[in-house]
């Protein structure tokens, strides 16, 4: 049975994008330090390989990784009613500040003010 699960799962992955291919490995543990290297490995790739793959598909690992975390940071906040450090931290962020500003960076806004927005369309 876990033979023919994995079979299904790598057939799954060689289907799809390999930029979503990475999505998912770093959506099944978002806290997890994913670099590279770990990442190219799941997927039977060298790390070079990986990278001109992601080229291909014109992204790179370091969007994919932020991308993630940025989609995972706006669930936490819109349902599940957690602090600011708890959702840096839930996203594999140590440092609320960096978490902070990346979400900025990603969004145009601060995780507060984004909040705040997403609140104020149900409202009206």
């Given at each position: 049975?876990?033979?023919?699960?994995?079979?299904?799962?790598?057939?799954?992955?060689?289907?799809s994008?390999?930029?979503?291919?990475?999505c998912?490995?770093?959506?099944s543990?978002?806290?997890?330090?994913?670099?590279?290297?770990?990442?190219?490995?799941?997927?039977?790739?060298s790390?070079?390989?990986?990278?001109?793959?992601?080229?291909?598909e014109?992204?790179?690992?370091?969007?994919?990784?932020?991308?993630?975390?940025?989609?995972?940071?706006?669930?936490m906040l819109?349902?599940?009613?957690?602090?600011?450090?708890?959702?840096?931290q839930?996203?594999?962020?140590?440092s609320?500040?960096?978490?902070?500003s990346?979400f900025?960076?990603?969004y145009?806004?601060?995780?507060?003010?984004?909040?705040?927005?997403?609140?104020?369309?149900?409202?009206?």
């Open positions: 049975l876990e033979q023919s699960r994995f079979i299904a799962l790598l057939m799954y992955i060689l289907r994008s390999v930029r979503d291919s990475v998912r490995i770093i959506q543990d978002i806290q997890h330090y994913w670099n590279l290297r770990i990442v190219a490995s799941s997927l039977c790739l790390p070079s390989l990986l990278k001109k793959k992601l080229k291909n014109n992204t790179s690992y370091s969007q994919i990784v932020t991308e993630c975390r940025m989609r995972y940071a706006v669930q819109l349902m599940d009613n957690k602090n600011i450090t708890q959702v840096a839930l996203c594999g962020y140590s609320t500040s960096y978490f902070i990346v900025k960076a990603f145009g806004l601060t995780p507060l003010n984004y909040l705040a927005k997403q609140r104020q369309k149900v409202m009206w």
